[in-house]
């Protein structure tokens, strides 16, 4: 009986940190949720009521003579809401990444082959296979590569931790398999 052992064309061993995890979440609620296109309509709601409380409370001083005690009230709420909208992701993903104990400092291997990669993390704790032609997409950024194995979940691949020539075989499989 001859068994074929497939040869690892790349090994990627790497470490799940806090700020990476924190950087791709950034990148996913940017890019895949359109955070920033929310906030500006979040602002700009906040804008109408904040002014239509202001006019309300003007048109009450003027004729009962009354303080604008609604103009402040609301001020405060809508800056609160706002604050909170842009340091939520970054709180939920701290607490997300503080109590998943399976990736918190975790070292991960990422295995890559012709047609698949194999992805364990922490030791055997979890590995996982990926064939290419399955992935949803692969994003690069300046310090990063995104394996996108569904249109929202992901696999960080750190620049910095690729073997040489890594470049040309992830841009080959993008290339490849139209990711």
């Known amino acids: 009986m001859n068994i074929i052992m497939e040869q690892t064309i790349y090994t990627i061993n790497s470490k799940y940190t806090l700020e990476e995890v924190l950087r791709y979440?950034?990148?996913?609620?940017?890019n895949m949720y359109h955070l920033k296109r929310q906030h500006y309509l979040c602002y700009a709601v906040s804008f109408l009521i904040l002014c239509g409380i202001i006019v309300s409370d003007i048109t009450s001083y003027i004729d009962h003579n009354t303080y604008p005690i609604t103009s402040i009230i609301t001020f405060?709420?809508?800056?609160?809401?706002?604050?909170?909208?842009h340091t939520s992701p970054d709180r939920k993903a701290k607490e997300a990444y503080n109590k998943n104990t399976l990736i918190k400092d975790a070292p991960y291997s990422l295995y890559f082959?012709?047609?698949?990669?194999?992805?364990?993390?922490?030791?055997?704790?979890?590995?996982?296979?990926?064939?290419?032609?399955?992935?949803?997409?692969?994003?690069?950024?300046?310090?990063?590569?995104?394996v996108m194995t569904i249109w929202n979940n992901g696999i960080i691949i750190r620049k910095s931790d690729c073997p040489q020539g890594f470049d040309n075989f992830i841009n080959g499989i993008k290339a490849t398999y139209h990711l």
């Open 76 to 85: 405060l709420v809508l800056g609160y809401v706002n604050w909170n909208l």
């Open 113 to 146: 082959y012709d047609t698949y990669f194999v992805s364990v993390v922490n030791g055997d704790m979890s590995k996982s296979k990926f064939q290419y032609n399955r992935l949803s997409e692969i994003i690069e950024t300046k310090t990063n590569y995104y």
């Open 25 to 30: 979440n950034r990148f996913i609620l940017i």
